[in-house]
């Protein structure tokens, strides 16, 4: 590639452009850029290109056909994807029957009062169970019109909207100066139980921010998973737990969760 | 207990959940790869069996690249079985990089004319006349919405090798553009292109 010494690597001017530059590197092109008119021009033409990209419809979606053809390739095609209450109860319920051992236990049995006796029962893949509830939350959350029940980027318009619906007050932090968007709130069920969800984005990726008490075993230090491709952290703050999923990549996550954390701590704590 | 049975519906279940959201990026970049509608489709068909069966030991990294990477294999896979001349494996990309400019003078206001006239279909045609691997690399990043770390895993190249496809890529694509729009006339490429090579063979240009 044709760098020269008074000008910017064109690598550099794309990266810059595709926000892929650290911050030191965005300083020293940034300014490069200002006080060279050939680079600028450079870049400004790159901008364009991508531009013009995003604006035209490139994307090629999937014809109807192709669809059918995919879904037919899997046999649990055939059972929708169920809502949130129903799933949970048929989870909820396929457990306690494995539990104990060949006893039906109908509909009758509401899916809040046996997840009651649930919280009591279980030991050690309890976590393991809610981490496997959170991500499908997250997956059913993706589908198009169930992320948001309030869309906004005010956190002072999401914190209040939780007020009667939870027992909690879930934290709503703004974190878009470092880079991740604060889109709105939803209440969500876990384990029968209904939970805070605060949305946040960065680029393209949605991060569901589930929060609650008593959402897991308590865990001081944060607990990574990956389930389904999903990356999943899990920690207690303040008495709530607190569950990140997203496919965003696993160091960005961790950086969201720092984050959200650091935020959480009073001032002077260490 | 049936658990067998309900833990393969199970299993295809989480699967269809997790994979599914993304198929019409499958779909895009197998356009884009084969170039026509009915190989793209046996490809991506061909890349979710494939996923299916290897859900078991996926890890990670995201859902999205992982299919990606899977559908590149088969369309790779098909490009060698056919022989075709287009195989894009391993192409030494420094090598190739004198085959075009990889930057070009403006000649009146391309930008400005890139962004008054959005014509979809010629940016498209653009974008698949891009000689492997630059039409991958632009896909995955502009269409497909990865960011370099993961379209170096797509492509199993270094990050380093992504940035200089990328920019090989909207080089050829503002040339492209610029010749399509007529804005880049006669004088314009051997102007450039004598430049280039003007050190390696003197005299020859014309």
């Known amino acids: 590639m044709s760098v020269t010494a008074n000008h910017a690597d064109e690598m550099l001017l794309n990266a810059l452009a595709d926000g892929e530059l650290d911050a030191g590197h965005v300083r020293d092109v940034e300014a490069h850029?200002?006080?060279?008119?050939?680079?600028?021009?450079?870049?400004?033409?790159?901008?364009?290109?991508?531009?013009?990209?995003?604006?035209?419809?490139?994307?090629?979606?999937?014809?109807?056909?192709?669809?059918?053809?995919?879904?037919?390739?899997?046999?649990?095609?055939?059972?929708?994807?169920?809502p949130a209450s129903a799933s949970l109860k048929g989870a909820v319920a396929r457990w306690w029957r494995s539990f104990i051992g060949g006893f039906a236990v109908g509909g009758a049995l509401s899916a809040a009062a046996t997840a009651i006796?649930?919280?009591?029962?279980?030991?050690?893949?309890?976590?393991?169970?809610i981490a496997d509830e959170v991500v499908s939350a997250h997956v059913r959350s993706l589908q198009a019109g169930h992320l948001m029940d309030v869309q906004t980027s005010d956190q002072h318009t999401v914190?209040?909207?939780?007020?009667?619906?939870?027992?909690?007050?879930?934290?709503?932090?703004?974190?878009?100066?470092?880079?991740?968007?604060?889109?709105?709130?939803?209440?969500?069920?876990i384990e029968g139980e209904p939970v805070a969800s605060?949305?946040?984005?960065?680029?393209?990726?949605?991060?569901?921010?589930?929060?609650?008490?008593?959402?897991?075993?308590?865990?001081?230090?944060?607990?990574?998973?990956?389930?389904?491709?999903?990356?999943?952290?899990?920690?207690?703050?303040?008495?709530?737990?607190?569950?990140?999923?997203?496919?965003?990549a696993g160091d960005e996550l961790d950086e969201f969760v720092q984050k959200i954390s650091a935020d959480l701590r009073p001032p002077g704590a260490s | 207990m049936a658990s067998d049975a309900s833990g393969e519906q199970d299993r295809a279940r989480r699967f269809r959940d997790a994979a599914l959201p993304y198929l019409d990026?499958?779909?895009?970049?197998?356009?884009?790869?084969?170039?026509?509608?009915?190989?793209?489709?046996?490809?991506?068909?061909?890349?979710?069996?494939?996923?299916l069966r290897h859900f078991d030991s996926y890890r990670g990294p995201a859902m999205k690249p992982w299919l990606l990477a899977i559908l590149k294999n088969v369309c790779y896979a098909e490009f060698a079985r056919r022989g075709k001349q287009d195989v894009p494996a391993d192409v030494a990309d420094d090598e190739t990089a004198t085959d075009e400019p990889v930057w070009q003078e403006p000649q009146s206001t391309p930008e400005a004319s890139l962004l008054r006239q959005q014509d979809d279909a010629t940016?498209?045609?653009?974008?698949?006349?891009?000689?492997?691997?630059?039409?991958?690399?632009?896909?995955?990043?502009?269409?497909?919405?990865?960011?370099?770390?993961?379209?170096?895993?797509?492509a199993r190249v270094p990050v380093g090798t992504v940035m200089s496809r990328l920019n090989r890529a909207r080089a050829m694509l503002r040339a492209a553009w610029n010749a399509a729009n007529g804005a880049a006339q006669a004088t314009a490429r051997p102007a450039a292109q004598s430049a280039r090579s003007a050190a390696a063979t003197p005299g020859s240009a014309s």
């Open chain 1, 33 to 82: 850029v200002a006080g060279c008119a050939a680079c600028a021009e450079k870049f400004k033409a790159i901008r364009a290109l991508r531009a013009a990209m995003a604006n035209a419809s490139l994307k090629e979606p999937a014809p109807a056909h192709l669809r059918s053809r995919i879904e037919a390739l899997f046999p649990a095609a055939a059972s929708e994807p169920a």
């Open chain 1, 117 to 129: 006796l649930v919280i009591g029962l279980f030991t050690a893949n309890q976590d393991q169970q």
């Open chain 1, 159 to 189: 914190k209040p909207w939780f007020n009667g619906k939870l027992d909690v007050a879930p934290p709503v932090i703004d974190l878009t100066a470092q880079g991740f968007t604060l889109l709105g709130g939803r209440l969500d069920y």
């Open chain 1, 198 to 248: 605060v949305i946040y984005q960065r680029r393209k990726h949605v991060i569901n921010l589930f929060v609650a008490q008593r959402l897991g075993a308590a865990r001081a230090t944060v607990q990574a998973k990956t389930i389904q491709g999903y990356n999943v952290r899990h920690w207690t703050e303040q008495g709530l737990d607190f569950w990140a999923v997203s496919d965003l």
């Open chain 2, 25 to 51: 990026d499958v779909y895009t970049l197998a356009r884009y790869l084969m170039r026509n509608s009915a190989d793209a489709e046996d490809a991506v068909q061909e890349c979710y069996l494939r996923a």
């Open chain 2, 123 to 154: 940016i498209r045609n653009l974008v698949s006349a891009l000689p492997e691997p630059f039409r991958e690399a632009i896909v995955l990043r502009e269409i497909n919405d990865l960011s370099y770390q993961e379209i170096a895993a797509v």
